[in-house]
């Protein structure tokens, strides 16, 4: 896959605020899958690397699995043992442990939660196994358990949202909806954490906040509770697309308009998002940048040559109004 440009800022190592599939390859929960034979370390020149994501729970969960999945190649110099965790954190922990058993060159994952790692990072780090965060980081006093992180600044996407709501509504008293991500999960925690920041001192109140899990089925459920139990909702803030996706098809059978009737901003900005925001029915869009895996492999490629890396690696993300979305639909590749 062509890769997008992205901007890395380094952050400093003491930096916690912010610690966050689709594809054929994908098995059942907790299994490892995509290489053959037995890993006998890049002795050969290949890499093995073994990869738990979080599950297939959005369009974004979709074009970073095809990131990985397409730049791990054995053509790239990879043997990827891939396994999806169904959003399961104990899925997770099996597919780490198969790959210490395995003996794997490098382990990376997406963390389901932030909390709950010591133990089977501590297995990883006994057995002599590099571990590489992508997307979400961890929530550990230990951070010799990792080698890097690889991701977005969840605080930050969650500040610039809310920042441009202050800015199109204060002064209107705006109530507000929430949708958040899983429950314990870095990005649902963060972006949370960063819209209430960026709200403060405004009119704009937060009525309501429930997880929808990222999902598009769970964000229309949660959103026609929202509309059953509150007659003046005026904004709703989607800890990503999908969720916000589903609140649309929520507000339109109860014969509202979105994006008109009730705003809309989200997280994310895959095109089944940009595409309701050109059509009007998203208001705003903050980006996280889903394409990885170059990030990934390059990183891999330098603990295995025993490089010193960054201990935390942020891309930077864009935000997108109507207008800007129209600009960069054509060509989006996620």
């Given at each position: 896959?062509?890769?997008?440009?992205?901007?890395?800022?380094?952050?400093?190592?003491?930096?916690?605020?912010?610690?966050?599939?689709?594809?054929?390859?994908?098995?059942?929960?907790?299994?490892?899958?995509?290489?053959?034979?037995?890993?006998?370390?890049?002795?050969?020149?290949?890499?093995?690397?073994?990869?738990?994501?979080?599950?297939?729970?959005?369009?974004?969960?979709?074009?970073?699995?095809?990131?990985?999945?397409?730049?791990?190649?054995?053509?790239?110099?990879?043997?990827?043992?891939?396994?999806?965790?169904?959003?399961?954190?104990?899925?997770?922990?099996?597919?780490?442990?198969?790959?210490?058993?395995?003996?794997?060159?490098?382990?990376?994952?997406?963390?389901?939660?932030?909390?709950?790692?010591?133990?089977?990072?501590?297995?990883?780090?006994?057995?002599?196994?590099?571990?590489?965060?992508?997307?979400?980081?961890?929530?550990?006093?230990?951070?010799?358990?990792?080698?890097?992180?690889?991701?977005?600044?969840?605080?930050?996407?969650?500040?610039?949202?809310?920042?441009?709501?202050?800015?199109?509504?204060?002064?209107?008293?705006?109530?507000?909806?929430?949708?958040?991500?899983?429950?314990?999960?870095?990005?649902?925690?963060?972006?949370?954490?960063?819209?209430?920041?960026?709200?403060?001192?405004?009119?704009l109140e937060?009525?309501?906040?429930?997880?929808?899990?990222?999902?598009?089925?769970?964000?229309?459920?949660?959103?026609?509770?929202?509309?059953?139990?509150?007659?003046?909702?005026?904004?709703?803030?989607?800890?990503?697309?999908?969720?916000?996706?589903?609140?649309?098809?929520?507000?339109?059978?109860?014969?509202?308009?979105?994006?008109?009737?009730?705003?809309?901003?989200?997280?994310?900005?895959?095109?089944?998002?940009?595409?309701?925001?050109?059509?009007?029915?998203?208001?705003?869009?903050?980006?996280?940048?889903?394409l990885l895996?170059?990030?990934?492999a390059e990183?891999?490629?330098?603990?295995?040559?025993?490089?010193?890396?960054?201990?935390?690696?942020?891309?930077?993300?864009?935000?997108?109004?109507?207008?800007?979305?129209?600009?960069?639909?054509?060509?989006?590749?996620?």
């Open positions: 896959m062509a890769r997008t440009t992205l901007t890395r800022t380094v952050l400093a190592a003491a930096s916690a605020a912010a610690l966050f599939a689709l594809g054929a390859c994908s098995s059942d929960a907790g299994t490892a899958t995509g290489g053959g034979g037995q890993s006998g370390g890049a002795d050969d020149g290949v890499i093995t690397l073994g990869f738990s994501q979080v599950g297939a729970e959005s369009g974004w969960r979709a074009a970073n699995t095809k990131s990985i999945q397409d730049t791990l190649t054995a053509e790239n110099g990879f043997d990827l043992k891939f396994s999806d965790a169904q959003q399961k954190q104990e899925n997770q922990i099996q597919a780490i442990r198969s790959y210490i058993t395995q003996g794997v060159d490098v382990i990376a994952f997406s963390p389901v939660v932030e909390t709950g790692w010591d133990a089977v990072l501590e297995e990883a780090k006994a057995a002599g196994i590099p571990v590489i965060l992508t997307d979400r980081a961890v929530d550990s006093e230990d951070e010799s358990l990792y080698e890097s992180f690889i991701g977005s600044d969840f605080v930050k996407e969650g500040q610039m949202a809310g920042e441009w709501v202050v800015d199109q509504y204060d002064g209107e008293g705006y109530k507000v909806v929430e949708l958040q991500g899983t429950t314990g999960a870095a990005p649902a925690i963060d972006r949370k954490e960063g819209f209430e920041a960026a709200i403060e001192g405004s009119d937060i009525i309501d906040s429930q997880t929808g899990n990222f999902t598009r089925a769970e964000g229309k459920t949660v959103m026609e509770g929202f509309l059953n139990k509150h007659d003046d909702i005026d904004l709703v803030y989607a800890h990503n697309d999908d969720m916000g996706l589903g609140a649309i098809e929520a507000i339109e059978a109860a014969g509202m308009t979105p994006g008109e009737d009730i705003k809309i901003v989200t997280v994310d900005a895959v095109k089944d998002g940009m595409q309701a925001l050109v059509d009007g029915k998203i208001n705003y869009i903050v980006e996280c940048n889903p895996g170059p990030d990934l990183i891999a490629k330098k603990v295995v040559a025993g490089e010193e890396v960054e201990k935390r690696i942020v891309v930077e993300d864009q935000a997108f109004d109507q207008e800007a979305a129209k600009e960069a639909l054509p060509t989006r590749e996620y």
